[in-house]
């Protein structure tokens, strides 16, 4: 069974930083494509990056060069390093899994990830 647990959410200040950790079942962050998404009230689900099989990775144009996401392999985990946090990054971060996920290139659309944690809430002040 695939549990993917986010945590590291929380308030935080415009122009700060946060680290949000997706936990996985053993070795699905390293053999599955993971990716990031956020939701806010209101708002369809929006792609925020994603690390491919092949550690490549994608990210959404409103956080590119903002945020950072990486994995390691021998604590399960698969972290979002957010800096320069601004208000309209306030949203629930979801961590999702894609099984058939591209080796070289991971996808941005959410329906190519079947397993999904309960999310975390990142509320940035301005």
């Known amino acids: 069974q695939v549990q993917l647990v986010e945590s590291g959410g929380g308030l935080v200040q415009a122009g700060g930083s946060l680290r949000l950790s997706c936990a996985t079942s053993r070795g699905i962050s390293s053999r599955y494509a993971m990716g990031w998404f956020r939701q806010a009230p209101g708002t369809e689900r929006e792609f925020v990056g994603a690390?491919?099989?092949?550690?490549?990775?994608a990210y959404g144009d409103s956080v590119k060069g903002r945020f950072t996401i990486s994995r390691d392999n021998a604590k399960n985990t698969v972290y979002l390093q957010m800096n320069s946090l601004k208000p309209e990054d306030t949203a629930l971060y979801f961590c999702a899994a894609d099984p058939g996920g591209g080796y070289y290139y991971p996808s941005g659309s959410g329906d190519d990830y079947d397993y999904w944690g309960q999310g975390t809430q990142v509320t940035v002040s301005s």
């Open positions: 690390i491919s099989r092949s550690s490549l990775t």
